[in-house]
């Protein structure tokens, strides 16, 4: 499986982004794609994650109803929707998933080692100003 991330940029306070994350090769077993983020100095942490046996979409706190999270099944792609943003939300954002189900509502309530899941794509990097 590989995942590609895109879409990052230099944007204002307010503004808004919007990350895709292309998946391909074995992707007929993913289950769950979710969104994490690290800015410098700190832990990486989830944002975003969608399971896609039921289609439930879940959020960290930081990021509740400023950020959408949605797939685009014709091309697997997850969406990142980013609206609101403020300098907080400066760093470094990775798409992951992993060959073995995993529970999206604990990805996004603590911070996460890497080597848990086992694909990762390469960041994008989306800085806000004030």
């Known amino acids: 499986v590989q995942l590609q991330a895109s879409g990052g940029g230099l944007v204002k306070t307010g503004d808004s982004l919007r990350l895709s994350c292309e998946a391909s090769?074995?992707?007929?077993?993913?289950?769950?794609i979710a969104w994490f983020r690290q800015a410098p100095g700190k832990q990486r942490e989830g944002v975003s994650c969608?399971?896609?046996?039921?289609?439930?979409?879940y959020y960290s706190e930081s990021v509740k109803g400023r950020f959408t999270i949605s797939r685009d099944n014709a091309v697997n792609t997850v969406i990142l929707q980013m609206d609101g943003l403020n300098p907080e939300d400066t760093a470094v954002y990775y798409c992951?998933?992993?060959?073995?189900?995993?529970?999206?509502?604990?990805?996004?309530?603590?911070?996460?080692?890497?080597?848990?899941?086992?694909?990762w794509g390469k960041g994008t990097q989306v800085t806000v100003s004030s």
């Open positions: 992951a998933t992993d060959r073995t189900p995993f529970p999206c509502q604990v990805v996004v309530s603590r911070p996460l080692a890497p080597q848990a899941l086992d694909y």
């Open positions: 090769g074995a992707t007929s077993n993913l289950k769950q």
């Open positions: 969608v399971d896609f046996s039921d289609g439930k979409t």
